[in-house]
């Protein structure tokens, strides 16, 4: 049954590439016969205007594979604007490569799109044909205008047909899909070289990131024990020294104070607990990430849907990340979507940690105004990770969250 729902989900997933993927080979169709105009055009003086445009086409399209390429695997980093200059752009490593691409995948995309949708569509089509053949003339057999049926016998082996589309479909779904990735995979990253220096840049920033991280968890740790543990614990230093000096006075009132001091002391361990619990949550450690996250859906104030597939523990580092983004992201539904219901999807997929939530709140989600958001993104970002999140005004609001999965 597992094995069913794999093949099922990675069927469904392939699909999902290869839509996205034809429209953007659709895209780089249209940037490619621009280009193609404007360079024909270039050879008489007329397309020395449009060409900068032209390249900036042809990057625009790039990027939003690069985009798309990202969601599914290892993240390909964007080179940013287009260089000034005609002469300059055509010399870029960049611009080559992303012209080169335009021309392969405008074929590659457009194919293996059409091929991977027509195979479920086809399935469905005749897989059902026995249903309704008598609604078509004999000689209109679906997508097949040369066989005549003449019966239920004809009908069914078209369904059977329609069985075998359904077949390819889940086999080679996913084949199309690496098959349509392959050239964004192959010409988009940086060249050689300039891939190691952007590498370096990246984690130049991420170290700062997770410096900058690290800096304000222990404020906030040091706060917290300031002004909340220490104050306690002051608290009951100064109770037992007043019912040190009341048990030779009033013995009565020594019994209220001591009271009051234990009161203290038990308020001040449940806040060292959960200072505690802010550094590494015990949870983890007892129950594993999944019982950990059901803990956090079950005390969640919005109805909230968990859904964990993760067969193999992560880097201890890794879980509490993922913990900490979940808890972070479902105080901000509860305090700032207005949202009715909340989902949360974690799952292990090629070495990676996904986590998703998205609710059905009234989204308008901004990092800037202080909603914990920045500091997720710092959090995860430390950790290699990557974080986007997306919020148009009227919700839904969904962010996805991918972790490099240690162990």
């Avoid at 699909?15 to 169709?29: M, R």
């Avoid at 399209?61 to 752009?89: F, K, M, N, Q, Y």
């Avoid at 479902?330 to 949360?344: E, I, K, Y």
């Avoid at 148009?392 to 969904?398: D, L, N, Q």
């Amino acid at each position: 049954m597992a094995y069913v729902r794999g093949r099922v989900r990675a069927t469904v997933d392939a699909l999902e590439h290869l839509v996205g993927g034809l429209g953007t080979a659709t895209l780089a169709l249209g940037a490619l016969l621009w280009a193609a105009i404007v360079a024909v055009t270039c050879l008489v003086g007329v397309g020395l205007l449009a060409a900068p445009g032209a390249l900036r086409a042809v990057r625009w399209v790039s990027d939003r594979e690069r985009t798309r390429l990202s969601r599914w695997g290892e993240p390909i980093p964007t080179p940013g604007p287009v260089p000034a200059g005609l002469r300059t752009a055509t010399r870029d490593p960049f611009v080559r490569r992303e012209l080169g691409w335009v021309a392969l995948y405008s074929l590659v995309g457009l194919v293996t799109g059409l091929v991977g949708i027509a195979l479920p569509l086809y399935a469905v089509q005749d897989g059902t044909f026995p249903l309704w053949y008598r609604l078509v003339p004999p000689d209109a057999a679906p997508g097949i205008v040369w066989w005549r049926i003449d019966g239920l016998s004809d009908a069914l082996w078209v369904g059977v047909l329609g069985v075998g589309c359904l077949a390819a479909a889940v086999w080679f779904s996913p084949v199309l899909a690496r098959l349509q990735a392959w050239p964004g995979r192959l010409l988009l990253p940086p060249p050689p070289g300039v891939d190691l220096s952007l590498r370096v840049a990246e984690l130049t920033a991420t170290r700062a990131a997770a410096l900058d991280a690290h800096a304000v968890e222990l404020r906030r740790i040091e706060r917290s024990l300031h002004d909340g543990t220490q104050n306690r614990l002051v608290a009951v230093n100064v109770l037992l020294g007043a019912a040190r000096r009341a048990v030779r006075r009033n013995p009565d009132r020594a019994d209220e104070i001591l009271g009051q001091a234990q009161d203290a002391a038990e308020q001040a361990l449940g806040e060292l607990r959960t200072v505690v619990r802010g550094i590494l949550p015990p949870v983890l450690d007892d129950r594993g990430l999944a019982g950990a996250l059901a803990g956090l859906a079950g005390s969640c104030v919005v109805p909230c849907r968990l859904e964990v597939d993760v067969t193999v523990r992560c880097a201890a580092s890794v879980e509490a990340t993922a913990y900490f983004v979940v808890a972070e992201a479902l105080t901000n539904v509860v305090r700032h979507s207005g949202a009715s219901q909340v989902d949360v999807v974690v799952r292990r997929e090629r070495g990676r940690l996904l986590v998703c939530i998205e609710d059905d709140g009234h989204g308008d989600a901004d990092e800037t105004r202080g909603s914990g958001l920045t500091g997720i993104r710092r959090r995860v970002e430390a950790y290699d990770g990557r974080m986007t999140l997306t919020s148009p005004p009227g919700g839904p609001t969904r962010m996805d969250v991918e972790l490099p999965c240690g162990s």
